[in-house]
């Protein structure tokens, strides 16, 4: 079955950096467009960052308040999609989670359990 499993969470002073890591397996991973999610307590869930096929280019998108401080990337041999946050800010505060697109429905999205991201001092 699909299985997307989110690593690389943790606990990071301001400004610091951190990197999360995707795991994907159940599908093939290089068809898919693949995106970061966050959301704080609270909060909606919101798109932080989402990149393309490497078919179509790997394109990548960022919602306005983490670019040039995020860099999302893939290794398609690896099947593994990864978010680099870097000058991190405590508002970055949240559960990141990794998302795919079901070729259905956006009802059934796949979905990892998510990691806690924590930027305080």
């Known amino acids: 079955q699909v299985q997307l499993v989110e690593a690389g969470g943790g606990l990071v002073q301001p400004g610091g950096s951190l990197r999360l890591s995707c795991a994907a397996s159940?599908?093939?991973?290089?068809?898919?467009?693949m995106r970061w999610f966050r959301q704080a307590p609270g909060k909606e869930r919101e798109l932080v960052a989402a990149?393309?096929?490497?078919?179509?280019?790997?394109?990548?998108t960022y919602v306005a308040s983490v670019k040039g401080r995020f860099n999302i990337s893939r290794d398609n041999a690896k099947k593994t999609l990864y978010l680099q946050m870097n000058s991190l800010k405590p508002e970055d505060t949240a559960v990141y989670y990794c998302?795919?697109?079901?070729?259905?429905?956006?009802?059934?999205?796949?979905w990892g359990r998510g990691t806690q991201v924590t930027v305080s001092s």
């Open positions: 159940g599908f093939t991973f290089s068809s898919y467009v």
């Open positions: 998302n795919a697109p079901h070729p259905a429905a956006v009802r059934y999205d796949y």
């Open positions: 990149v393309s096929t490497p078919a179509v280019g790997g394109s990548t």
